[in-house]
């Protein structure tokens, strides 16, 4: 399935017509409910085909990896930045091991920039973005095959996690060998539709046609950010398997709870106040707004009535 065909299906899942009277509060839910039923789907999907160990690629915290060992699961976590990976990925255990690399195509040293306003940010990065202000320090780097080969990790069956902010390309194709592995059978991976990055060199469909080419398919994508999002794939031969035991249990639709959370954001407000003076008139919107709160529909009012 294409990137287009799992957009439509999702949107038709969630259309609603807040999406034509408030764009920006359904785009935020979109965003919120999608994101995290992607991350419900993946676990779900682990638990499903019984997957053994999680290997997680830019682990900054280790979020996937601390869920995946509640599971029972063996699980990596690999993480370039050497101060994050001291002060904020998680200490290893049993069933947790962590390594502090880079993943590239190639093994060696490599530039790491880490934003200096936030040195554990999970934006640091071999690829800097333009206007944030970082310091270099060479971190390094090497081929995820060469760092699991041989391992109990790839063994049996095991799915892969990958935010690796604009190094998409190096990490993939590192990890050929991984990703031919009949027992590699999930992976989640960080998409961009623009160039965010310097010399970034896979988008989301470079990415989707990479993994097709090892016999990978596309089966869910979330919205949460306009041209930043994560994809989510199975291999091919158990696509079918997948869609019939899980798809039937997500309904994907706006939830009451995810429109309270919207419409605590400063910008419904500004929303709602703009589709109000707009269907009733500047006036009868403001009084309105002015009613539920709006500071500057009170002063607009206020200056009218002088």
Request: aromatic share 12%; charged share 25%.
């Amino acid at each position: 399935m294409s990137i287009e065909d799992i957009k439509k299906k999702i949107i038709n899942q969630y259309s609603s017509k807040i999406q034509y009277f408030l764009p920006y509060t359904y785009k935020r839910i979109l965003a919120k409910d999608t994101t995290k039923k992607l991350d419900v789907l993946f676990f779900n999907i682990v638990k499903e085909l019984e997957i053994k160990s999680l290997i997680e690629c830019g682990a900054n915290e280790a979020s996937a990896s601390i869920i995946a060992t509640e599971m029972g699961l063996k699980a990596l976590a690999i993480e370039a930045n050497p101060l994050t990976f001291k002060e904020v990925t998680p200490e290893t255990n049993r069933n947790f091991a962590k390594v502090n690399i880079g993943l590239s195509d190639k093994s060696g040293w490599l530039d790491f920039n880490i934003p200096k306003s936030n040195n554990t940010a999970g934006s640091a990065t071999f690829r800097p973005k333009r206007g944030i202000d970082y310091f270099i320090q060479q971190v390094q780097i090497k081929k995820l095959d060469d760092l699991l080969e041989n391992s109990n990790y790839v063994s049996a069956p095991f799915a892969i996690w990958i935010d690796v902010e604009g190094m998409q390309a190096e990490v993939l194709m590192g990890a050929s060998k991984t990703l031919q592995n009949k027992n590699c059978i999930l992976l989640k991976i960080e998409v961009e539709d623009l160039i965010l990055f310097s010399e970034q060199r896979f988008l989301a469909n470079d990415v989707i046609n990479y993994l097709n080419s090892f016999g990978f398919e596309l089966i869910f994508r979330d919205f949460e950010f306009t041209n930043q999002y994560n994809l989510l794939f199975v291999k091919r031969e158990l696509k079918s398997e997948i869609e019939y035991k899980i798809s039937n249990n997500f309904i994907f639709n706006i939830k009451p709870i995810s429109f309270i959370y919207a419409i605590q954001n400063l910008e419904f407000k500004r929303e709602t106040k703009a589709f109000l003076i707009k269907i009733l008139g500047d006036k009868l919107g403001n009084k309105i707004s002015a009613i539920f709160g709006s500071k500057s529909s009170k002063d607009k009012l206020k200056h009218n009535q002088q």
